[in-house]
């Protein structure tokens, strides 16, 4: 992941070798979150859940293997 000014990116690199995975998505958990983000991927929004409990932000994405790139602004 990386911060920027109003958030933060996740990058999903591309799979790579001959392993063919048995699962379709992939969750992606954020802690240390104090509010709920705006939650977007390719330039579409993406449901995002967020936990004030514990200060998790939790996205789950499709995994097709070619990568994804999650952007969350707070």
Request: glycine share 8%.
């Amino acid at each position: 992941f990386r911060s920027t000014a109003n958030g933060l990116t996740v990058k999903v690199f591309p799979r790579e070798g001959s392993f063919s995975p048995w699962w379709s998505a992939l969750a992606i958990e954020i802690y240390g979150a104090e509010k709920a983000p705006l939650a977007s991927s390719a330039g579409a929004p993406v449901k995002a859940t967020y936990d004030s409990a514990h200060q998790r932000v939790i996205t789950v994405i499709s995994d097709d293997g070619k990568g994804a790139e999650i952007q969350l602004a707070f």
